[in-house]
């Protein structure tokens, strides 16, 4: 057994009594160094922090109809759903499907009806869905008058998963969770990663609406922030520039960071696209990029990276957990 699968075996075999010790004594990052005074680490007088919430973050299974890719999902979510300590509910932030982008209206009800079939057979967590790029029905299709289709670009994908809109927010044991919509289409061809002004401004509302005793998570199929963004084609430009692109990391990124700062209660941004894992630690808020349920879309590892999910503990105190399983 290798250290990660040693990992993902003890996280699925953990006493439920140990809640605290189990996730602090296996870090599947390295962790940072932080030097303090002994004394401090001796104190008493400091409460225990209390897991409150443990999710399961599951994003980019991009399934289809084939075998190699109903069986990972499958196991994906037989592992999600056998974690100990229990996951109070899943996070799926995108690309449920393969692809819905450039494909037909048979091809893309054959990939939902396994997306959903599949979610039926092996579940029984409540699960939480993010918009991904490639759930978005018919933007890129090369047949005409689908714009005029009722399930044309997004509203199937929030049908399908039964959402409220394309970005909304809840709370639960003291975090709130805000669910945005990444992905924005480019008139002029492709997709573009930001906020819509509309979007925006709800966002702006629920942040300034926001209790300032509850801790914020805010979860984006597309990351907000990203060091593997510009690491996702492995290539430079002819002049030796990094080749990064709109569609990978969000353009807003600069507007949203000057609004973020105004409210110290962000902890965590979650968000897939990338099919690869990274922590960015920035001006007091974690960005974790976490990886792909499918690897490189059913082929294996995709670049460094095997397929896997994300488990995040949440405690009472802001602060929070990541592992991942590579089931
Ligand atoms: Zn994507």
């Known amino acids: 057994m290798n250290r990660r699968n040693f990992i993902a075996h003890t996280l699925l075999s953990a006493a439920a009594t140990s809640s605290v010790t189990t996730t602090s004594a296996m870090p599947a990052t390295t962790p940072s160094v932080v030097t303090t005074d002994a004394s401090t680490l001796m104190s008493e007088s400091v409460p225990p922090k209390k897991r409150v919430l443990r999710i399961a973050h599951l994003t980019d299974i991009h399934v289809k109809p084939d075998k190699t890719a109903e069986e990972g999902m499958a196991r994906a979510l037989k592992s999600a759903n056998s974690l100990n300590p229990k996951a109070d509910f899943i996070i799926n932030s995108g690309d449920c499907i393969m ?59 929030i049908e399908e998963l039964g959402l409220p809109k394309r970005y909304y927010s809840f709370e639960r044991a003291g975090w709130k969770f805000i669910i945005l919509d990444s992905v924005q289409l480019n008139q002029a061809g492709g997709y573009i990663a930001y906020l819509d002004v509309e979007q925006y401004a709800w966002l702006e509302n629920e942040l300034k609406t926001c209790a300032p005793n509850k801790h914020i ?21 002819p002049n030796g520039d990094l080749l990064t692109k709109r569609n990978l990391m969000h353009t807003d990124f600069f507007k949203l960071k000057n609004l973020f700062k105004n409210f110290p209660n962000i902890r965590l941004c979650l968000s897939g696209h990338i099919h690869m894992q990274d922590e960015v630690k920035y001006l007091g808020i974690t960005y974790y990029c976490n990886g792909a349920v499918c690897g490189a879309w059913w082929k294996g590892a995709f670049q460094d990276f095997p397929p896997a999910y994300a488990v995040i503990d949440y405690y009472d105190d802001g602060s929070f957990d990541r592992y991942f399983v590579n089931y």
């Open 217 to 237: 998570c805010i979860v984006s199929h597309i990351p907000i922030l990203s060091m593997c963004s510009g690491l996702f084609y492995g290539k430079h430009e």
């Open 99 to 157: 692809d819905a982008l450039e494909k037909t209206k048979e091809e893309t009800e054959a990939q939902w009806k396994v997306y959903k079939s599949i979610l039926k057979a092996e579940n029984t967590l409540p699960v939480v869905h993010a918009i991904g790029n490639h759930d978005i029905w018919g933007w890129f299709s090369k047949f005409n008058g689908l714009q005029t289709e009722k399930l044309y670009g997004k509203q199937w994908a």
